[in-house]
C-alpha cells in the first residue's frame, strides 16, 4: 500500500494497520518527503509579500501527510518492532533529520518568516497565532538559520549523527532487555513469591517449552521477582542483571553512545552560540536557565534529604532486626521496603490486587473523566489494530436534542509486554487535533504500558484476568492523563495542539489524575473485588492514604538524582573518562545503597537519551509542583466539582501550547504554584 496521504478510507480516517507492509515504509517516507518538500518551495516561490496566512499558517499546515506516515511508523517501532523494522529506522532517520534541516536552514524561507516576524507588532493576531509566529520564528533561528553555510553543513552532519545514535541506543536497550531470561526449576528457590506472579512466571516457562519457571527484565517479571522472593542471592542476580543493560562490553553496549551524543549535543549548542546543551534545551521551558533548574533540584533536595536519610536508618534497622542484615543492598532495597509497608500499615499489593482488575481500572478512569468532562468512551470493533492486545475506543460528547454524538477523539490502549515493545509506559497519538478549513480534526490517541498480563488457565493454573498493583494503577491513571491533553485539544494548529507545550508543563494534565487513585469518592467507582464485586473496603483505602508517603523522601531523592544526572551529562560541558565514574560523581550525595561496580543506569537511561527528556527530567518533579497545588484547588471546591473540572479543561487541557504555561496556570489558579502542597502532601514539612 502506498502511503502518501493524510487521509484513509478508514473510519474516522483511523491508521489502515493491515494493509501496511514492511516493505511500504521506505519509499513512502521518500515520496512523502519529496511533497512536503514541494509544499514548502510552493511557500517560498509565493510572488505575494509574505503574510501570516500564506507563510507562517502554510508552513504549519505542510507536510501533513509525512507527519501521519511518521506517527504510525515510529509509534509500531516502539510498541510492536523487529529486526527488519529497526534497520528500515535506521535508514529513514536520517532522510528525516536531512529533510528537517533543509526546513531550518532553508534561506529564502527564513526570510519570509522574519519578514512577518519583523511586522508582529502591527498585526492583528491572536494569542494562538501570536504564540505560533513566536515558534516558527525561532524554529529557524534556534536551528542553524543564522549560521554561516560553513556552519550549517557542521550541524546538519552533527543532526544526523545524532538521529542514529539516539535510535541505536534505544535498540540496545531492548535488545539487552529481551535477551535476559532467568530459568528456575526449584520451586523452593523462589519462596515467597505470590501466586499470581508465580502462575506468570509458569505460563512464561510453558511458552518457551520449559518447566518451572521464568523471568525476565520486563517489569511485570522483574517487580515482583526483587519485591518478594526471600533468596537473597537470587533477587541480587535479577538486579544486577537489570543494572547492567548495555553496559556489559559486547554488541549492545551503550557507553561510546552515550559519550558521543552528549559530545554532539553540546558541539551542536555551542555552534548555535549556546554555552551548554542545557542552556538551548531550557530557554524553551518554564524554568528558563540551567541555574534554575539546579537551584530547584538542590531546594527539594535539602528538603528531602533529612527525611531520606531517616527512612533509609529505619528500614536498615528493620532489616537488621527481622533477618541479621547489617548492610542493606540494592537488591534488597524492594523487598525490605514491602516487608516494612506490610508490617507498618498491615498493607500489601497482593491484598489489594484483587480488587484492581484492569478492565475495571480502567472503566473507573472513563467514569472519572466523563463525570469531570462530561465525556464518553464506547468500545468499537470496527477500527483497525496493530496487535490483538489493542482496544479502540470511540469518545464522544454524549447527544442531545439539539446533535448527535459528537466525536472528541479515537483511543487506543495497549497494555502487556511482548517481545516488540520497549519497556515503560507512554502516550503519543496517531493523527493530532487540528482546525482546518473550519473541520475541526480530532485527535488519535495511545496510551502503551506494561502492566501484568492475564493468566491463561492450564493444567496447573486457572485463568486470571490482568490484576493490577496500586503502583500500576497510578501508571494507567498518569498516562490517561497524558491522554486526555491529546484528546481534548482544541486548537487551530497542529504544532500547538495537545501535548505540545513546554516539557515542564507536558506532566502536570498526568500527574494530576494520579491524585483520584487515593481518594475514597474515586476508589468506590471501581476498585471492586474482580470474584465478589465488593468494594474495596474502607480500612484498605485508609491504609492507602497514609501509606501515600512511605519512604517518600527516599522516592524523592531517587527521582531528583536522575535529574541531577541529567543535568550533569547537559548542563557546561565536562570531561567524562568513563560514563560510569561520571554517573557515581554526579548521583554522589543523593544515593544510599553501596554501588554496585557492575552496574550502570546511564546506558539505559532511555528517557534522556532516546526520549525527549535531555536537560529536561527534573519535569516529573516541577510538575509536582503544580499538581500538587491544583489538586488542592478541587479539593477545596470538590474533587468532581463541574466548575472547577470545565475550568481545568478551557484553560488547560484543551489550550496545548497556545499560550505561555504559567499563564495559563494562573488563569486556572488564580495565583502561582506553590511548593507547600507538593512538601505536605509528600509528608517533607
Known amino acids: 500500500m502506498k502511503i502518501l496521504t493524510q487521509k484513509f478510507n478508514t473510519k474516522h480516517n ?32 509565493n510572488p505575494e509579500a509574505p503574510t501570516f496566512e500564506n507563510t507562517i499558517e502554510a508552513l504549519d499546515f505542510s507536510g ?6 511518521s506517527s504510525i511508523f515510529f509509534n509500531l517501532n516502539s510498541a510492536e518492532t523487529c529486526d527488519e523494522m529497526q534497520k528500515i529506522a535506521q535508514n529513514v532517520s536520517p532522510l528525516l533529520t536531512a529533510f528537517s534541516n533543509d526546513i531550518a536552514l532553508n534561506e529564502d524561507l527564513f526570510k519570509r518568516v522574519k519578514a512577518v516576524y519583523d511586522q508582529k507588532e502591527t498585526l492583528t493576531l491572536s494569542p494562538e497565532q501570536a504564540t505560533l509566529l513566536d515558534k516558527k520564528f525561532k524554529s529557524f533561528s534556534r536551528n542553524g538559520a543564522l549560521l554561516s553555510d560553513e556552519k550549517k553543513e557542521i550541524l546538519r552532519g552533527i543532526d544526523k549523527i545524532l538521529a542514529k545514535l539516539k535510535l541505536t541506543f534505544g535498540e540496545n536497550v531492548l535488545a539487552e532487555t529481551n535477551n535476559y531470561k532467568l530459568h528456575i526449576s526449584n520451586e523452593a528457590e523462589i519462596k515467597g513469591l505470590p501466586d499470581g506472579a508465580k502462575e506468570m512466571a509458569r505460563s512464561l516457562a510453558k511458552s518457551h517449552d520449559l518447566e518451572g519457571w521464568m523471568f525476565t527484565l520486563d517489569f511485570p517479571s522483574y ?42 549535543r553540546h558541539d551542536r549548542a555551542r555552534l548555535l552560540g549556546y554555552k551548554s546543551h542545557s542552556h538551548f534545551v531550557l530557554e524553551e521551558r518554564m524554568a528558563q536557565t540551567p541555574e534554575k533548574v539546579q537551584s530547584f533540584l538542590n531546594d527539594l533536595l535539602s528538603k528531602a534529604k533529612p527525611a531520606a536519610e531517616k527512612e533509609f536508618a529505619q528500614l536498615t534497622a528493620f532489616a537488621k532486626e527481622l533477618d541479621g542484615i547489617d548492610h542493606l543492598e540494592k537488591w534488597d532495597g524492594a523487598y525490605y521496603s514491602e516487608k516494612l509497608k506490610q508490617k507498618l500499615f498491615n498493607l500489601d499489593d497482593e491484598i489489594l490486587k484483587p480488587y484492581f482488575k484492569l478492565e475495571n481500572v480502567l472503566k473507573g478512569a472513563f467514569t472519572i473523566a466523563e463525570k469531570l468532562f462530561g465525556i464518553t468512551f464506547n468500545e468499537v470493533f470496527d477500527i483497525e489494530k496493530y496487535h490483538e492486545d489493542v482496544q479502540t475506543f470511540e469518545v464522544s460528547f454524549p447527544s442531545s436534542r439539539e446533535s448527535k454524538n459528537e466525536l472528541v477523539a479515537v483511543f487506543y490502549t495497549d497494555f502487556f509486554p511482548r517481545k516488540g515493545k520497549r519497556n515503560g509506559a507512554w502516550m503519543t497519538s496517531f493523527k493530532p487535533q487540528y482546525i482546518k478549513e473550519e473541520i475541526n480534526e480530532r485527535p488519535h490517541v495511545s496510551i502503551v504500558c506494561n ?56 506532566e502536570l494534565p498526568s500527574q494530576i489524575m494520579e491524585n483520584w487513585c487515593y481518594e475514597p469518592e474515586a476508589l468506590a467507582l471501581f476498585a471492586k473485588h474482580y470474584l465478589t464485586g465488593e468494594i474495596i473496603p474502607q480500612e484498605y483505602v485508609d491504609k492507602i492514604k497514609e501509606s501515600a508517603s512511605f519512604l517518600e523522601g527516599m522516592a524523592t531523592l531517587r527521582q531528583l538524582s536522575f535529574g541531577i544526572l541529567d543535568m550533569s551529562f547537559h548542563g557546561e560541558p565536562q570531561e567524562i573518562l568513563t560514563v560510569k565514574s561520571f554517573e557515581k560523581s554526579a548521583m554522589d550525595g543523593t544515593t544510599f545503597y553501596p554501588d554496585v561496580a557492575e552496574n550502570c543506569m546511564s546506558t539505559s537511561f532511555s528517557h ?34 463541574k466548575e472547577t473540572a470545565l475550568k481545568f479543561k478551557d484553560t488547560i487541557l484543551s489550550k496545548g501550547g497556545t499560550e505561555l504555561p504559567m499563564e495559563l496556570y494562573k488563569r486556572f489558579r488564580g495565583q502561582e504554584p506553590k511548593p507547600e502542597a507538593l512538601l505536605k502532601r509528600a509528608g517533607l514539612l
Do not use: C
Open 451 to 506: 502492566f501484568t498480563p492475564p493468566i491463561v488457565s492450564s493444567e496447573k493454573s486457572e485463568a486470571k484476568p490482568s490484576l493490577l498493583t496500586f503502583n500500576e494503577v497510578t501508571t494507567l491513571f498518569h498516562e490517561f492523563g497524558h491522554a486526555l491533553h491529546g484528546m481534548l485539544a482544541n486548537t487551530t494548529y497542529p504544532s500547538l495542539s495537545g501535548t505540545s507545550v513546554y516539557w515542564d508543563f507536558v
Open 14 to 45: 483511523t491508521a489502515p494497520f493491515s494493509q501496511i507492509k514492511l516493505e511500504d515504509y521506505q519509499p513512502a517516507f521518500e515520496e512523502n518527503i519529496a511533497k512536503a518538500r514541494a509544499e514548502v518551495d510552493a511557500i517560498t516561490s
Open 64 to 69: 501533513e501527510a509525512l507527519d501521519r506516515l
Open 608 to 641: 534522556i537519551f532516546q526520549g525527549g527528556y535531555s536537560s529536561g527530567y527534573y519535569s516529573y518533579k516541577w510538575a509536582e509542583v503544580l499538581d500538587a497545588d491544583a489538586f488542592a484547588y478541587f479539593q477545596e471546591k470538590g474533587i468532581f466539582d
Open 223 to 264: 517487580l515482583p521477582f526483587i519485591t518478594y522472593i526471600e533468596n537473597r542471592e537470587l533477587r541480587k542476580e535479577m538486579v544486577i542483571a537489570a543494572g547492567k543493560k548495555a553496559f556489559q562490553e559486547n554488541d549492545y553496549d551503550n557507553q561510546e553512545n552515550v559519550k558521543n551524543i552528549v559530545a554532539l
